[in-house]
């Protein structure tokens, strides 16, 4: 059993509340994104929220599409999140789209009219503004606030017929323009777009704004409570007051949570797709990207990244969470089920001079000490090997217990070798080693005739298949929030060393590898095999993690 909600979550706290006076019979939750993007990390929180909540009481989730603006949306966007929020494990009750519920909003809009309670507006969106107010000072009533039921019925639904252009007309509710709150100033409800939706294609040219149709598509389908972040919180009383004088049936409650905030990210769908037009990224899926798809493509599982959500809790106070606990998850999971392995990202030649030429034996190797069950593989060793460029020093510092002439390390799974020599290009390189191995000292036969300190991960030579190593740093080098940031463009701060792309070699048996299965490469931490790059001829691995961190829970 996974442990679920481990930390505080005072939403939970209110959904046990609401149960226990009986305002509900059943608690109905919703995931409601614009498809205007991907998935992003952030969105997995509220993801975990609204399913793993009703889950607990027995409730219902809806995915619900909020597809009202149809200049920015795409099927594209909609696929995407449908297979990314079952990849994350969850299964929607009901899948909706707000564009379904065109017709009652337009039902409902028509209602607040007869009530004296919306009117169509003449002024332009700069001329609205310009008598919306201040926090310190009222609005001023607009000359289309006194129109008559009559002539609004008759503007709005020639507004709806496509008589007007865009801008022409809008659709404000009457509430209040000298409200405290801005947003109760006779917002707009209603707009006119001439553009072709989605889903409803050139069926409506008016569409109904984002704080007008959410109330009633919670309505609509009975949500109880209805999550949201917390910049939302100024809009409950709109929320509120469009329940109450549309008449819906049911009375869906907002509540606001705060958003999750990554060290060293970029979250925002508008920048994130900035990223991806401007082909400062591999698409919405590049590893480096905080997207959901990304996140798979590095290698995150589903399991790491809803442990870190239900970690992180669910708080009011606003709070940016260091990367590095995410690491931390994808590194607790993968401990115990990716098979070990060894791979030399920058190779560097050895042969063991006192070797049988032309002969390969085949050594056992555990796959997973902390996990026997799976069982162990057999790697070949010969002559020729390589071993990483970074484990030999012609002239070593103090404590260097790796490959120098005259030293002696263990090859992990192997034998002792010794360097002998090492030969060098024209340029100064060193470019292949000599050595000789000692056949007294072959790991597992329990010799304990010498010790030596380091101990090496090599593949050998002419079995090894050729892989490319992608090693990533963070995209953005400040996090998102630092003091004049904003000021200048995120772009400024994108990381030019977040990508590093090695050739080297990998164990003859990785020629079985899937794209997507996982990996822990001695010393170099965990790696997925990339579903994009990875050829019949070459795979390609993402490094997910290094090994080990400083980062404490
Ligand atoms: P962005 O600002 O990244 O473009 P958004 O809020 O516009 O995101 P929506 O598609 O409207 O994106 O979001 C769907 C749901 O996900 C909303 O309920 C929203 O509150 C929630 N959500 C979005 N970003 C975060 C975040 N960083 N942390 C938690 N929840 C989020
Ligand atoms: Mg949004």
Excluded at 21 to 36: L, M, Q, S
Excluded at 112 to 131: C, H, N, P, T, W
Excluded at 501 to 511: C, D, H, Q, S
Aim: glycine share 6%; charged share 30%; net charge negative.
């Amino acid at each position: 059993m996974e442990n679920k909600t481990s930390s505080s979550n005072f939403i939970k706290h209110i959904v046990t509340e609401d149960l226990k006076a009986g305002k509900h019979d059943e608690i109905v939750t919703r995931f409601p994104p614009e498809p205007n993007g991907y998935l992003h990390i952030g969105h997995a929180k509220s993801i975990v929220l609204n399913f793993e909540i009703a889950d607990e009481f027995n409730g219902r989730t809806n995915l619900r599409f909020d597809d009202t603006n149809p200049l920015k949306e795409d099927v594209e966007f909609v696929e995407s999140i449908k297979e990314d929020v079952k990849w994350l494990g969850f299964d929607w009750d009901g899948l909706f789209f707000a564009s379904n519920y065109f017709d009652e909003m337009y039902q409902r809009a028509v209602l607040l009219i007869k009530k004296g309670m919306a009117y169509v507006e003449d002024l332009s969106q700069e001329e609205i503004r310009a008598l919306r107010g201040t926090l310190k000072e009222p609005g001023k009533e607009s000359p289309s606030r006194s129109r008559s039921v009559e002539e609004n019925l008759d503007l709005f639904e020639k507004m709806k017929n496509g008589d007007f252009q865009n801008g022409e007309k809008v659709l404000r509710a009457k509430i209040d323009m000298a409200s405290p709150n801005i947003n109760l100033r006779d917002p707009v409800i209603y707009r006119i777009a001439h553009t072709t939706h989605h889903n409803t294609g050139d069926e409506w040219c008016i569409y109904p704004m984002y704080a007008f149709a959410h109330p009633i598509e919670d309505a609509i389908e009975g949500v109880t409570h209805s999550i949201c972040t917390l910049e939302f919180e100024d809009q409950r009383p709109l929320y509120d007051w469009i329940v109450e004088h549309c008449e819906m049936e049911a009375t869906p409650r907002q509540y606001e949570f705060a958003r999750l905030n990554l060290t060293n990210t970029v979250m925002s769908k508008r920048k994130l797709k900035q990223l991806v037009d401007e082909n400062l990224v591999d698409g919405w899926d590049d590893p480096r990207m905080p997207t959901i798809s990304g996140l798979r493509r590095k290698g995150y599982t589903p399991e790491s990244i809803r442990n870190f959500c239900r970690e992180i809790g669910v708080a009011r106070a606003f709070s940016t969470v260091d990367s590095q606990m995410l690491e931390h998850f994808i590194r607790e999971d993968l401990k115990l089920k990716a098979p070990r392995t060894m791979g030399v990202l920058r190779p560097l030649k050895v042969v063991i001079t006192n070797y049988p030429e032309g002969e390969v034996e085949w050594l056992d190797a555990e796959i997973n000490p902390e996990n026997p069950e799976m069982g162990s593989r057999k790697i070949p060793f010969s002559r020729e090997i390589y071993v990483e460029q970074e484990d030999f020093m012609e002239d070593p510092p103090k404590k260097y217990f790796r490959l120098f002439p005259g030293n002696e390390v263990r090859l992990k799974h192997a034998y002792f070798i010794k360097c002998e020599e090492f030969i060098k290009d024209e340029d100064g390189n060193v470019v292949e080693l000599r050595c000789t191995y000692d056949p007294e000292t072959k790991s597992g036969t329990g010799f304990t005739g010498r010790k030596v300190k380091g101990t090496l991960h090599w593949v050998e030579a002419t079995n090894a298949k050729q892989a490319e190593f992608r090693l990533y740093e963070p995209l953005i080098l400040e996090e998102e929030g630092d003091e004049g940031v904003e000021e200048k463009s995120f772009l400024d701060n994108v990381n030019p060393n977040s990508l590093q792309i090695l050739k080297g070699y990998v164990e003859e048996n990785m020629a079985h590898a899937k794209p997507q299965d996982k990996f822990q490469f001695f010393r170099h931490g965990y790696f997925n095999v990339d579903p994009k790059h990875t050829t019949r001829e070459q795979l390609v691995f993402n490094q997910i993690v290094s090994l080990k961190s400083s980062f404490k829970l």
